[in-house]
């Protein structure tokens, strides 16, 4: 069995995040690969005509991944899966998810592959606020996915994208069109252009054998791996357990007219 390819999508309900999916899965897998849609517990389902397009999807296997008492990442899917995409949830902070998503990784050997931010330009643009929100979203993405446009100026999608060039960030950022993504292929091509290191292979971090005597030749200190994680600006706590960098509650921007799916 060959290990599948794992993709963590962030970003806020009702951004469309399940309408992209569809066009990557679509126009972005062969016949060959068998895919799996795994929800956080939290998110709603889908409506209509995006549940519906889901449900037409060939190969394609619809999961919750949940959390355990402890608040582990639970998640099984068939043995010849070839892409499990996990759709995190979005009414909730994005580190947390993160956090849990960059744990499993770890603790069942599936790197990940690419994380995807789909931003809702017209919230963001209702919703100033919202900009930490999507930064930290942003932080931890190789793709960024401009939708929901339609009703948003210009000069703030100039702007939205200019600010994330200005912090020289190595993150793709594409337009999310009426009928998905210029190259899918691209967008799911599963090369790391993130900032954050939280998903990164363990081995590939430089003199960490070195930074431990006592370690058995060829092993790191799991301690060490998390230390390092716990680096990250968005991941690290004060000892009280509070985050060092809050977040906007992104649910009180939610609430309202039930968004698009």
């Known amino acids: ?86 759709l995190a949830d979005g009414r909730g902070d994005p580190a947390d998810e993160v956090e849990r998503v960059a744990a499993w990784s770890r603790e069942t050997a599936l790197p990940i592959a690419r994380v995807f931010t789909v931003v809702d330009c017209a919230l963001g643009h209702a919703h100033p606020e919202l900009q930490r929100w999507f930064e930290a979203c942003i932080h931890f993405s190789d793709v960024v996915l401009l939708a929901r446009r339609t009703s948003v100026p210009n000069a703030w999608i100039g702007e939205f994208t200019a600010h994330i060039r200005k912090q020289h960030l190595p993150c793709l950022v594409e337009l999310v069109k009426k009928d998905g993504v210029d190259n899918p292929a691209l967008v799911l091509e599963p090369q790391a252009r993130r900032v954050s290191t939280v998903f990164d292979d363990p081995s590939e971090w430089p003199d960490l054998e070195d930074e431990d005597d006592d370690a058995e030749d060829g092993e790191i200190d799991p301690a060490l791996v998390d230390s390092i994680g716990a680096t990250d600006p968005y991941l690290e706590r004060y000892p009280s357990g509070r985050r060092v960098k809050e977040l906007p509650d992104v649910r009180r921007f939610l609430d309202g007219p039930p968004p698009v799916q």
């Open 1 to 86: 069995m060959s290990t599948p390819l794992v993709y963590l999508v962030l970003g806020t309900s009702g951004a469309g995040r399940r309408h992209v999916l569809v066009d990557l899965i679509e126009n972005g897998l062969s016949a060959e690969d068998r895919a799996v849609l795994a929800t956080a517990g939290h998110e709603p389902p889908p409506e209509p005509p995006v549940a519906d397009a889901l449900a037409a999807l060939p190969g394609l296997v619809s999961t919750t991944w949940m959390r355990a008492e402890d608040g582990r990442l639970v998640l099984d899917f068939p043995a010849d899966t070839t892409h499990v995409f996990l």
